[in-house]
């Protein structure tokens, strides 16, 4: 299935086209690069919009951010009942995907359906999206999990954006390997879970993720940790080369399948302004009961 995140209202993509996407956070104006767009331009598109920010790749890896205008270091957008910082990096990003918006929708709409008290573990949650959006739909406990103290701390000013900090989450930074084989010697289970795991990347101590290596055996450790009848587990992946079929077949021969009736999978988008164009942005599984 494609999912579009089409219910933004302070986030746009005004056009893409020949390698690069202008957005628009909020009041502010940026154009980043994008390697899916091997586009022409549309000749529909609005091109009076001029970026306030331009990220320019270095042919040594990473990048700088080229300022039209000064802007501040950070600023503040809001999805629905969410606010969230945005804020520029040497590595192009913002700190917030858009395109998982459809997932804080669905998570949202399960959690605030179920009469249990929902305990949500998100791993590899970077800047705490997901988080934010399970405590303020009522999950009684959210653990969030990421390797990066700096992602963490944003994590905390978005719950405080949210308006949800004094709510129960628990912040672990820690390699997720390591933290799952720990809850699992603990006894702890959760309702939910929601990873976004990394192409490629090290943990704390140097560990080293490589999602076509470890995947299944996280999938593993994540059966040992849920309870018998989930609500749901979302797993979204930006890796180049795998397909939402490869995620599906990876999902159905592991042992968790026995815990869902329901295995969904296709891809995540984001519309381009006043064209019929969509920008692919990943891969996604949303697994279930109902």
């Not at 000064?70 to 503040?76: D, G, I, R």
């Not at 990096?89 to 998570?107: L, S």
């Not at 949210?162 to 699992?184: A, L, Q, S």
Request: aromatic letters at 10%; charged letters at 25%.
């Amino acid at each position: 299935m494609l999912l579009v995140s089409d219910k933004w209202k302070e986030y746009e993509i005004l056009y893409a086209g020949k390698g690069a996407k202008t957005e628009r956070w909020g009041q502010y104006v940026l154009k980043r690069p994008d390697p899916q767009i091997f586009w022409e331009m549309d000749e529909k598109s609005n091109v009076k919009n001029f970026p306030d920010a331009i990220y320019h790749r270095s042919n040594k890896g990473g990048g700088s951010w080229e300022y039209i205008k000064k802007l501040p270091t950070s600023w503040n957008i809001s999805y629905r009942d969410l606010i969230f910082n945005v804020k520029p990096t040497g590595f192009k990003h913002t700190g917030i995907f858009p395109e998982q918006a459809v997932n804080w929708d669905y998570a949202k709409e399960k959690i605030e359906n179920s009469d249990k008290n929902i305990k949500v573990l998100n791993l590899f949650a970077y800047t705490g999206c997901a988080t934010c959006n399970a405590s303020k739909s009522g999950a009684k406990e959210v653990v969030h999990v990421d390797a990066s103290k700096g992602m963490t701390q944003i994590a905390k000013e978005n719950a405080k954006l949210c308006g949800i900090e004094n709510n129960f989450i628990r912040y672990i930074v820690d390699d997720v390997f390591k933290f799952i084989e720990k809850e699992i010697r603990r006894g702890r289970k959760y309702d939910a879970v929601i990873m976004d795991p990394p192409s490629y990347g090290r943990g704390t101590n140097g560990e080293i993720w490589k999602l076509e290596d470890s995947l299944i055996k996280l999938l593993s450790l994540i059966n040992q940790v849920l309870v018998e009848k989930p609500l749901f587990l979302i797993v979204s992946s930006y890796t180049t080369g795998i397909s939402s079929i490869s995620l599906k077949n990876v999902i159905n021969t592991s042992s968790l399948r026995n815990k869902f009736k329901n295995i969904d999978t296709g891809e995540l988008s984001l519309p381009i302004k006043d064209s019929d164009l969509l920008l692919p942005c990943g891969i996604y599984a949303r697994c279930d009961n109902c």
